[in-house]
């Protein structure tokens, strides 16, 4: 509730600002209008990631550009950039165009209205602003996945071995239990902790991969070619001496993943253990329910009696 009560408020902030940002003059008021479409995107994503600033950062360009000439191109450039992460985390073709769409008309539409109420009273413009700010929000119609199980299931598929198993069951878990809290804060900061080492976990892995492809290729090459890399090159023979720590190093991380993603699952599934014991504990409705079954049933015993 408070992430889509932060996502208005920062969509309304990003839509309402042009006119206080014209008075800045053109340094303070760009400066303004950025950062509050880096909010608006941050707050679509929901992360505070790269693409989301960037797309927050080109979209009150393309806003500013765009103003002038067309108020629906520039609420939808604004709003389908804004929402570009979160576009790209959306599973399915046909659900992603839905996202993209919903993006741009909903900007359009905002767009629009604000301009056609930018002359009406103080109060007019407020529900306006309020009414664009909530058209915006059209794109979260359409599920999107979570940042951490995209992140972690973008890495499996760059990676070889027992890891990429491992990343993707911690994918679904992290789908299956999205937006569920833990008991206590104190759980839930350390299951916050732990899916950030995994993910921390997960891109060394890719980088590491990476590395060894790439000294792999190397002896292939030579092993192609036959001929021995030039003096100070390495080629093959260096690859062959990083790659046999590298590889142990491979084993240390493929393994420090799969605890995480066990030690997770454990905490999740402990959780869910709790409140399933405990809703089966609170038999008050059943106990109810049977008190007022068994008068019933005493009042109709009366009743046939007296007949």
Same mark, same amino acid.
């Given at each position: 509730?408070?992430?889509?009560?932060?996502?208005?408020?920062?969509?309304?902030?990003?839509?309402?600002? !042009?006119?206080?940002?014209?008075?800045?003059?053109?340094?303070?008021?760009?400066? =303004?209008? +950025? %950062?509050?479409?880096?909010?608006?995107?941050?707050?679509?994503?929901?992360?505070?990631?790269?693409?989301?600033?960037?797309?927050?950062?080109? /979209?009150?360009?393309?806003?500013?550009?765009?103003?002038?000439?067309?108020?629906?191109?520039?609420?939808? %450039? =604004?709003?389908?950039?804004?929402?570009? #992460?979160?576009?790209?985390?959306?599973?399915?073709?046909?659900?992603?165009?839905?996202?993209?769409?919903?993006?741009?008309?909903?900007?359009?539409?905002?767009?629009?209205?604000?301009?056609?109420?930018?002359?009406?009273?103080?109060?007019?413009?407020?529900?306006?602003?309020?009414?664009?700010? +909530?058209?915006?929000?059209?794109?979260?119609?359409?599920?999107?996945?979570?940042?951490?199980?995209?992140?972690?299931?973008?890495?499996?598929?760059?990676? $070889? /071995?027992?890891?990429?198993? !491992?990343?993707?069951?911690?994918?679904?878990?992290?789908? $299956? @239990? *999205?937006?569920?809290?833990? =008991?206590?804060?104190?759980?839930?900061?350390?299951? &916050?902790?732990?899916?950030?080492?995994?993910? &921390?976990?997960?891109?060394?892995?890719?980088?590491? #991969?990476?590395?060894?492809?790439?000294?792999?290729?190397?002896?292939?090459?030579?092993?192609?070619?036959? #001929?021995?890399?030039?003096?100070?090159? /390495?080629?093959?023979?260096?690859?062959?001496?990083?790659?046999?720590?590298?590889? *142990? @190093?491979?084993?240390? @991380?493929?393994?420090?993943?799969?605890?995480?993603?066990?030690?997770?699952?454990?905490?999740?599934?402990?959780?869910?253990?709790?409140?399933?014991?405990?809703?089966?504990?609170?038999?008050?409705?059943?106990?109810?329910?049977?008190?007022?079954?068994?008068?019933?049933?005493?009042?109709?015993?009366?009743?046939?009696?007296? +007949?």
């Amino acid at each position: 509730m408070l992430r889509k009560i932060a996502f208005v408020a920062a969509a309304a902030l990003s839509l309402g600002l !042009s006119p206080l940002a014209l008075r800045l003059g053109p340094v303070a008021g760009s400066l =303004l209008l +950025v %950062a509050a479409a880096v909010l608006f995107a941050v707050a679509a994503s929901g992360a505070l990631v790269s693409l989301a600033v960037a797309g927050g950062a080109l /979209g009150a360009l393309a806003f500013g550009l765009a103003g002038a000439a067309s108020p629906a191109a520039a609420g939808a %450039a =604004l709003a389908g950039l804004c929402f570009a #992460e979160r576009s790209v985390r959306v599973r399915g073709r046909g659900a992603r165009l839905l996202h993209v769409g919903a993006a741009l008309s909903g900007g359009a539409l905002a767009g629009s209205l604000l301009a056609a109420f930018g002359a009406a009273s103080l109060a007019l413009r407020g529900v306006a602003l309020a009414v664009s700010a +909530v058209l915006v929000a059209l794109p979260f119609l359409v599920d999107a996945d979570d940042p951490v199980a995209h992140a972690l299931d973008g890495v499996a598929g760059e990676i $070889t /071995g027992p890891a990429r198993a !491992s990343l993707r069951e911690g994918a679904e878990l992290r789908r $299956t @239990v *999205a937006g569920e809290e833990l =008991l206590d804060r104190r759980a839930a900061r350390q299951a &916050r902790a732990t899916w950030s080492s995994l993910l &921390r976990l997960a891109e060394a892995r890719a980088r590491l #991969e990476r590395t060894l492809a790439v000294g792999r290729a190397a002896q292939g090459r030579e092993a192609r070619t036959g #001929e021995p890399p030039p003096a100070g090159a /390495g080629g093959a023979e260096a690859a062959r001496a990083a790659g046999a720590p590298a590889e *142990a @190093v491979v084993g240390k @991380v493929d393994a420090r993943i799969a605890d995480h993603v066990a030690a997770l699952t454990r905490a999740y599934t402990a959780v869910s253990a709790a409140r399933a014991a405990e809703a089966s504990l609170d038999d008050a409705a059943l106990v109810g329910v049977e008190t007022m079954g068994d008068s019933l049933e005493q009042v109709s015993k009366t009743m046939v009696e007296e +007949v």
